[in-house]
């Protein structure tokens, strides 16, 4: 008995250990290729071992961040100053998990559909906080937001040999400020890429 309860002891603490000594975004993806003339992007994940403080990492296709890497130059540069939750924009062959598209990258934008507010007010970023669709050239320089956290940008269409994107958004419909399945209030808005401005709402009235 006494040598289960000194195991117990020994495994519990290099759990502890473990966890935190652990960093949180510091597991790479697949690089991808963005301009072959010079840049790749490296994505990094979320730390999703056991004991990692963060439940959304085990909900859905996130990256933490994006390293926008030039290779002519060996130099590289971070999107966001600090982690945060970055839908992936790549597509998978579920049966060989092969990437098959690039979503969101235009010829000379990539768009991205990000979680960076806490726009509930209970102390952790959650699948009913909202999205805001931020942009960037290909280097991952001149990035800023498009949206704002009162609704939540639930997909990007892009079009690009019409050069123009149909965001998918959300109201939340009750004012709870989350925005669930319940909040049955949608409306498209189309993104003029080469402005980078938004049309009317496009809405079932």
Known sequence: MKKI?????FLFQSIASFSQSSKFGDV?????MID???????PTRYNSDFLASSKMTFWGDFYANILFYDFTTDTYTRLFEKDTYIFGFQSYNYRTYQ??????VASDLILYRVKSVDYN????????????IYVSDLKGKNLKALTTSAENAVEINLYKDQNFALIKMQRDLDGDKEFKSEDKSYYYLKLDLATLTFGNKIEVK
């Open 36 to 42: 072959s003339n010079s840049t790749i992007l490296i």
């Open 99 to 104: 990437p098959t598209e690039i979503k969101n």
């Open 121 to 132: 007010g209970n102390g952790k970023i959650d699948y009913n906080d909202p999205a805001i």
């Open 28 to 32: 790479f993806s697949d690089p991808i």
């Open 5 to 9: 309860t000194l195991l117990a002891l």
